[in-house]
């Protein structure tokens, strides 16, 4: 769409929001959080947002008077807020990469500003970020608000300062972010997917939650579309019948208003200008519906050919000592399927007598692929194995249960506070506000964190047997994936700086339930931490696809996770082999060069990850039976013999 726009005379932008960006790989050109021009096409720039360094430089510039707010509304000293300021606005991707949108938007340097977003979940997040910001201004607002009474008290009157500039500006550029996400106007939101049924449904999810929101979805892409094949193919045949009963399924979902393109598999992945611009090309003159495609076979799935010859057994994914076994990749690779298929070989091995499958992604998919409802309490699968259990985390309702607890904390510290000091009510009434709001103002993405630390205390429960003894995660796309092994870390400093300010003043408020809150708090991201840097207990297990862009994302993934001292003993690149026309031909020979040259990069640094191949299959694997035979073609891709030195 970037290069479309460009070609037709638009000074054009194109942004990454992912924290897991491939823009960079896909116009095959090095990228940076500065934009830059696309080389071989004039007025198209390009830029993969860095969102903790474009929030930093936010903060930098306000902190000061952000935190002369916190002392003026709080009875904390310098230290105290300057501590807290400092660890409560961390690096947050959604709402950082909105403020850079509006930066670029209110540059007038570009006519167009093309967005490339973060998988579902952190998208939808990223549409509600305007209102976290709006809050914030609210909440400093409350703050200074005991500095205006105190001064007109004194004066006789109050006058706009500085602090109330600052406040103003933030609650205006929330304002300014939510009418640039909501006003059909000036912004328009196409959503890709592709013709399978686990993206259809995520799709249903989606658009019902971007309708509840207030936003439109003008333009829905159907991406990769089977053409019919140049010789009979039981594989393309399979995957056109599975296109057809998709797009049934997504008509029934599309309101009226909602336009429907869609765009044909390219025989090679399309990177670079001259494979995005046929792509362009095509966006503007969308391709008509496909027509029904007419067949008498009756075979349910069709299964790729056997992706290499000599194939051997799949080492344990977990050994006697794993206790977190965590799946991830880039969005669309299969991690889902993969994750649910291991527990299930795993479960049935019978090694474990209590196994939980657990989906950490906003977008859940588990429900979808084993086609049972599923919720956020465990519950045993219908014809699974006696001893797995599987859950779709609420991290809302989590981090929610924990805001209740530390709000009867705070209203119980500030009674005795008041109590202490004769303080009047308005007085008391206006502490208790303030001291919630610092809670509102936690790590952005703590809400998933305190859902995880749940299932840290179910395989680490102590003064007794725990309650499982694995959980196998299906974790959210790449750079949230990250983002929450990287979180406990954080969330622990904060956890410890509200308890140190809590200990400071324990000898006029005590430390009461608040301190219990904290204390819990601070246990469970302690055992987390320790859990997740131990690779005896913790591993995680990266899912890929034979293409070009998984292949790069993938590398990064695993780059990240060793600086991040966990360990990876393996990657499954799935959906290998296709049909037997010569397009699925030439498809599989693209395969195994990348299947071989991904080899080749993890194997660079002894010991790498296994490579585990698992076979494409149209369509995927849905419900136990389907999974377990999934499971079961799973092949270790032999080492290559390193080169003998001369």
Not at 25 to 37: I, K, V, Y
Not at 64 to 87: F, K, P, S
Request: charged letters at 25%; one cysteine or more; hydrophobic letters at 45%.
């Amino acid at each position: 769409m970037g290069v479309s726009a460009a070609r037709a005379g638009h000074r054009t932008l194109v942004v990454s929001t992912d924290p897991a960006p491939s823009l960079g790989d896909a116009l095959r050109q090095p990228l940076g959080a500065s934009s830059r021009r696309v080389k071989g096409i004039s007025r198209l720039e390009a830029v993969e947002v860095d969102a903790p360094a474009a929030l930093e430089r936010w903060i930098a510039a306000r902190r000061e008077l952000l935190e002369e707010i916190a002392l003026r509304g709080t009875w904390l000293d310098r230290d105290d807020v300057a501590r807290l300021l400092r660890l409560s606005l961390p690096g947050i991707d959604e709402i950082a990469a909105l403020l850079e949108l509006a930066d670029f938007s209110a540059s007038g340097k570009y006519d167009c500003l093309i967005v490339d977003t973060a998988p579902t979940g952190h998208m939808l997040r990223m549409l509600a970020m305007p209102a976290l910001l709006g809050g914030m201004a609210r909440a400093f607002d409350r703050m200074q608000g005991r500095h205006r009474i105190l001064v007109n008290a004194i004066r006789g009157g109050w006058t706009h300062d500085a602090a109330d500039v600052l406040i103003d500006s933030i609650e205006a550029q929330a304002g300014r972010m939510d009418a640039i996400l909501h006003d059909p106007a000036t912004s328009t939101l196409a959503w890709v997917t592709l013709a399978e049924p686990m993206s259809v449904e995520e799709t249903r999810d989606a658009l019902q939650a971007l309708r509840d929101g207030g936003v439109a979805v003008n333009d829905i892409v159907v991406n990769r579309l089977t053409q019919a094949p140049p010789q009979r193919c039981s594989w393309c045949s399979a995957r056109r019948r599975v296109e057809q009963q998709a797009l049934g399924r997504l008509e029934q979902h599309r309101l009226a208003g909602e336009s429907l393109a869609f765009l044909p598999a390219m025989d090679l992945e399309p990177r670079g200008l001259p494979a995005l611009m046929r792509i362009g090309r095509l966006l503007e003159r969308p391709a008509p519906a496909p027509r029904p495609v007419r067949t008498t076979s009756t075979a349910s799935h069709t299964v790729a050919r056997a992706p290499i010859a000599d194939r051997g057994d799949v080492p344990p994914l977990a050994t006697a000592n794993t206790k977190l076994l965590m799946f991830g990749g880039k969005g669309g690779v299969g991690k889902t399927t993969c994750a649910a298929a291991a527990a299930l070989r795993i479960a049935a091995e019978r090694r474990r007598p209590r196994v939980l499958l657990l989906s950490t992604d906003p977008a859940h998919s588990l429900a979808d692929v084993f086609g049972q409802p599923l919720s956020d309490t465990e519950r045993p699968l219908k014809h699974g194995p006696a001893n797995l259990f599987v859950r779709e985390i609420d991290a809302r309702r989590g981090f929610a249960e924990l805001r209740g607890r530390f709000a009867s904390a705070i209203d119980a510290l500030v009674d005795r506070l008041a109590g202490n000091s004769g303080v009047g009510n308005a007085a008391t009434r206006h502490d208790r506000q303030v001291l919630q709001d610092f809670f509102d103002l936690a790590p952005p993405g703590v809400d998933e964190l305190i859902a995880v630390i749940e299932v840290t205390d179910a395989i680490l429960a102590t003064g007794g047997e725990p309650p499982f003894d694995l959980v196998v995660v299906d974790s959210a796309p790449t750079g949230h994936a990250l983002r929450l092994l990287e979180m406990p870390g954080l969330a622990h400093d904060w956890v410890k700086a509200l308890m140190a300010i809590l200990l400071k003043y324990q000898s006029i408020v005590g430390v009461g339930g608040l301190g219990e809150v904290l204390l819990r708090l601070s246990h469970g991201l302690r055992r987390l931490r320790e859990l997740l840097n131990d690779p005896a207990r913790t591993t995680f297990v990266a899912v890929t696809r034979p293409a070009a862009l998984p292949h790069a994302e993938t590398l990064r993934l695993v780059r990240r996770l060793r600086a991040a001292s966990i360990s990876v003993p393996a990657v499954v690149v799935n959906a290998m082999g296709t049909g037997t026309c010569t397009r699925c031909a030439r498809e599989a020979r693209v395969q195994q060069r990348e299947l071989a040259a991904l080899a080749r990069a993890l194997d660079s640094h002894r010991p790498g990850p296994s490579v585990i191949v698992a076979p494409g299959w149209m369509p995927a694997p849905a419900g136990t039976a389907d999974l377990r035979r999934f499971a079961a073609q799973w092949r270790l891709r032999p080492r290559q013999a390193s080169p003998r030195r001369r």
